[in-house]
């Protein structure tokens, strides 16, 4: 049985759009894990780029409502992921795209919060959480360093949320993180070289964690 990704969306999309959207990435990895696509809890309508491509793949979904700065405290649903982390796994790591990066970073948060840690997050455009301290009286500080989970960070130098990819970088622990540009926009990167380079490096981390030759 292959080891398990966690796959997580972006605003405005779904599981069944984030497969096509990654399919570059996962025909590589597709060998060595089985990669688990799974649907935000909130509609919503399609999110930036996603019409007319993706045009009748309703139900648009969204993971937690982050609208104009405002973040709901504590995030309600957050027990739901947790509760899919759970039953869908177990996991080794989690592929995730924009408000999914926002999503997995409160995941990853929780997790090592109680002693758990997944061998890798790779983490393509992501918006930047608001308040991390889920559950804690110092919900609206942003602690960093917070995650010490091995993060790969995807920023595309065209992205109108690079700022936000970056901010969200710094709330990962430096020596275990990598960064990734590509020239690019808010979508998974194109270039088949970026996508061969993450692909070995998803590998690498995932060896590391379980110490394979």
Known sequence: MLPKILCLHGSGTSAAIF?????????????HFELVYVDG?????????????????????????????????PWPDLHKLVELFNRKGPFVGIIAFSQGA????????????????LDFAALFGGTVPFRLAIGTEEW?????????????????????????????M??????SRSLIRHKGGHHMPVDPDINDKLAKLIIACHAESNDYP
């Open 19 to 31: 497969h096509i959207q990654a399919i570059r990435l996962s025909r590589i990895l597709q060998p």
């Open 41 to 73: 809890f909130i509609d919503t309508p399609p999110g930036p780029g996603v019409l007319p491509f993706f045009e009748g793949m309703e139900p648009y979904k969204r993971w937690l409502t982050d609208k104009d700065g405002h973040e709901e405290n």
């Open 102 to 117: 926002k999503a997995a970073t409160y995941l990853l948060r929780w997790l090592e919060q109680r002693g758990q840690q």
């Open 140 to 168: 609206a500080k942003l602690i960093k360093p917070t995650i010490i989970t091995r993060s790969i960070h995807v920023i595309g130098d065209d992205d109108p949320w690079r700022s936000e990819s970056e901010v969200l």
């Open 170 to 175: 710094e709330h990962y622990d430096k020596p």
